[in-house]
């Protein structure tokens, strides 16, 4: 258990809607990560949260936004979806930017 | 150019065999990474390292700052290392990390 907590595991849905995957890091980490994994693809950065800012976007689409709460939790929330962004979507967690990273088990993503 | 290579792509290697991956780089680190996706999807960190070697159980890491090169080995291989091994260096900011595609490695008993 690596300690960083993603809700749902699995989340089945149709083009055009939309959706909010939940990260919860560490205790006391204050960095986040998301990564998008498609099918055989390797891991895909969209963006990184430090203790509340955005410190660093990836080739993260228009359709998507994240933010970090108070509490450090984070969301990415995905809209008018897709058939292509389907994927397993993770979310890392540090204690400092660059350090060793913890990865929840993954959201993974179907739009049908 | 990636900014980080691995090879091989995909391994097979029979049980009890050395093993070993190679991850190359071309951006300025502080630190490599090393970590293990399980064919259920889940990602672990085996290693982070700056310099020199770590080993953990039948895990070494090794990496040569000045080549910008770094290796993970596996001694005695077994079917539960099957995995897919990802290197991963952090970009000069730290903001993020820039991840080799992975090799695909299949321990046959």
């Known amino acids: 258990d690596s300690g960083v907590t993603q809700t749902p595991k699995h989340l089945i849905t149709a083009t055009g809607q939309r959706v909010t995957l939940r990260c919860s890091p560490r205790s006391g980490d204050l960095s986040v990560y998301w990564y998008q994994q498609s099918l055989d693809q390797g891991l895909q950065f969209l963006i990184q949260y430090y203790n509340g800012e955005e410190r660093a976007k990836g080739n993260i689409l228009e359709r998507f936004s994240a933010q970090q709460f108070p509490d450090l939790h984070s969301e990415l929330n995905l809209s008018s979806l897709e058939l292509g962004d389907s994927a397993l979507y993770f979310c890392?967690?540090?204690?400092?930017?660059?350090?060793?990273?913890?990865f929840g088990e993954g959201s993974r993503l179907t739009v049908l | 150019k990636n900014e980080v290579e691995q090879s091989p792509q995909n391994l097979t290697a029979q049980e009890g065999e050395f093993i070993t991956i190679n991850c190359s780089y071309s951006v300025g680190i502080s630190a490599l990474h090393w970590l293990q996706q399980h064919p259920g999807g889940g990602i672990v960190s085996l290693f982070m390292?700056?310099?020199g070697k770590k080993k953990h159980g039948r895990l070494i890491a090794t990496i040569n700052i000045q080549e910008k090169h770094s290796s993970l080995h596996i001694t005695a291989s077994h079917p539960r290392d099957s995995a897919v091994y990802i290197c991963a260096a952090p970009s000069n900011t730290g903001n993020q990390f820039y991840f080799g595609t992975g090799t695909s490695l299949t321990v046959i008993p």
């Open positions: 390292l700056s310099s």
């Open positions: 890392a967690s540090s204690v400092v930017i660059a350090g060793e990273l913890f």
